[in-house]
């Protein structure tokens, strides 16, 4: 570091300025008290480092003691002047605030992200200058990727570096589902192996064991293959140390959406071409009101456990074999070696017979009809990939509300209503008016509502969504103007009456704290 000039002096406390860029950002109020205390008694010890500004000298080390002398009313303090530039000055401060032995991991972590962002600095550059591994460089700033909730339980000694560390890399919409399950038996934080378990069970899933193929940069196209995913441990074991398996997804969604993207695909592949595969299902377990409504419509038959086949267990020796497709499950997704039942078998018929050739015919004018379909889902898929880029998407104001964005939303209130509430709105807003016209039909019934109708469905979605929230919660609020807006809900006799409670409560409390003062012996 370059220095032109370097001596002590004595200045003014006025002619001292704060600069921003101190990565120290909190300060104990009790320390500073103690410190002023101390520099009372004993003068300042340390001289604080200033470089000349245009208004006098700026501070660039000793906030703290500079602010316990200002408490003690000292008009000047010695100071050590250096000629900095702001790099150098910002490094300065950088490495006082990290050698100090109270410094938090948090703070830490901040401060390496704005020497990063600031473009001056590598993470081998910081590693260098700290005397630290990159390793410790990149898990401290992965610290930054904690959201609010979870910073503040970490200032603030909730949990621990190894808690935040395990937290810390997962996305911000995990971490807000693990804060709602992350409270023991006591209302503490469960123990850092709890909350991976937690993790392990419910968010993360092991690439071994998936369906599809990881290599597959093509299943979906946006996600592309997990070899090159960030959010694969094995892709970055700096991040991930505590994680045992070569390669976990630490992004469900993805992983689960590539699952079903699968299980459709080899799903569609087995109908279009009529290959010698039975889709199978467990008669314990729902397949899907979505699946349930294709095959419907398709014509194609489900084979179901127990009653159509039996599952073949190790080797199957069948010089015929015969194989099914899991569509539900534990299986879900697996294929099996099976065998007909003595029902089913009956069903088989002579493909030269009039009933086999009937059976062809029915399966090839499926097919075609499926052929369709997948013409449109080309056109549809192509224009869903180009919607996902347009600004119309990613500008506020390039497109303005219009009957299609009206439409959308009234479409997406009503797919929010329970099952037992549609069913109850059903016939009073003739939902099913246009039902002849299919799927379009009940876009154009939801186009017709007034907004008066539109009303009942808003306030049942508010309803249904909002009623768990505590009441500081703007959910809350939210809810309780909807409740004053019916004008048929006393909720000022509510509050009366548990003000009423509160003050018998509160009575007892006083009584309880006068009668054990009057107990303590003289």
């Known amino acids: 570091m370059e220095t032109i000039t370097e001596h002590l002096k004595e200045v003014a406390l006025v002619e001292i300025t704060t600069g921003k860029t101190n990565p120290r950002r909190v300060f104990n109020e009790q320390s500073i008290q103690e410190l002023s205390e101390s520099i009372k008694e ?30 003690i009313n000292a008009e000047s303090v010695p100071v050590q002047i250096k000629a900095l530039s702001d790099q150098e000055a910002l490094e300065a401060q950088i490495i006082e605030n990290l050698e100090r032995e109270d410094v938090h991991p948090l703070r830490e972590a901040e401060t390496f992200k704005m020497m990063i962002d600031n473009g001056d600095y590598l993470i081998e550059d910081i590693a260098t200058k700290i ?28 949990i621990n570096l190894s808690k935040a560390f395990i937290i810390a890399r997962l996305d911000k919409k995990y971490q807000k589902e693990v804060a709602q399950n992350a409270s023991d038996w006591s209302g503490g934080i469960k123990s850092a ?5 937690y993790i392990d069970s419910n968010i993360t899933a092991l690439l071994s064991k998936a369906k599809f193929n990881p290599l597959d940069d093509k299943l979906v196209k946006k996600a592309g293959a997990c070899i090159n995913c960030p959010k694969r441990s094995g892709a970055n074991c700096s991040l991930f140390p505590d994680v045992e398996e070569d ?21 569609d592949s087995i109908i279009n071409n009529a290959e010698d595969v039975h889709l199978i299902k467990s008669s314990h377990q729902n397949m899907g009101e979505k699946l349930s409504e294709k095959f419907k419509k398709l014509g194609v038959n489900v084979l179901t456990h127990y009653n159509d086949f039996d599952v073949i267990h190790g080797k199957d020796t069948r010089k015929s074999k015969i194989r099914g497709f899991w569509i539900n499950g534990y299986d879900c997704g697996q294929y099996a070696s099976i065998k007909l039942t003595k029902k089913q078998e009956e069903k088989s018929v002579d493909p030269k017979s009039l009933e086999g050739v009937k059976v062809q015919i029915e399966k090839i004018n499926i097919r075609a009809k499926r052929a369709l379909e997948l013409d449109q889902e080309k056109v549809h ?19 303005k509300h219009c009957d299609a964005t009206e439409l959308v939303s009234r479409l997406i209130l009503w797919n929010a209503l329970g099952w037992s509430k549609k069913q109850h709105l059903n016939k009073p807003l003739q939902i099913e008016k246009y039902d002849e016209e299919g799927a379009s039909g009940i876009l154009k019934r ?65 009584e309880r704290v006068v009668k054990l003062k009057k107990s303590v012996k003289s």
């Open 42 to 71: 004993n003068g300042l010890l340390q001289p604080l480092l200033v470089r000349p500004s245009t208004k006098g000298y700026e501070l660039v080390c000793g906030e703290r003691r500079l602010k316990a002398c200002k408490l």
């Open 131 to 158: 005397a630290k591994s990159e390793k410790f460089i990149l898990q401290r700033l992965s610290l930054n990727n904690l959201n609010a909730q979870w910073k503040k339980m970490f200032l603030e000694n909730e």
């Open 193 to 197: 192996k709890q909350l991976q378990s």
């Open 247 to 267: 390669d976990r997804c630490f992004d469900k969604v993805c992983f689960d959406t590539k699952t079903e993207k699968h299980i459709e695909n080899e799903i």
């Open 381 to 399: 898929k192509r224009i869903i990939e180009t919607m996902s880029t347009t600004e119309e998407l990613s500008v506020v104001g390039k497109h």
């Open 446 to 510: 939801l186009a017709e509502l007034t907004k008066n109708e539109m009303a009942i469905i808003i306030n049942n979605v508010g309803f249904d969504s909002f009623k768990s929230s505590l009441p500081a919660y703007s959910e809350a609020i939210a809810l309780r103007g909807l409740a004053e807006s019916f004008g048929t809900i006393p909720i000022t006799d509510f509050e009366r009456e548990q003000k009423a409670v509160s003050d018998k409560r509160i009575n007892r409390q006083k």
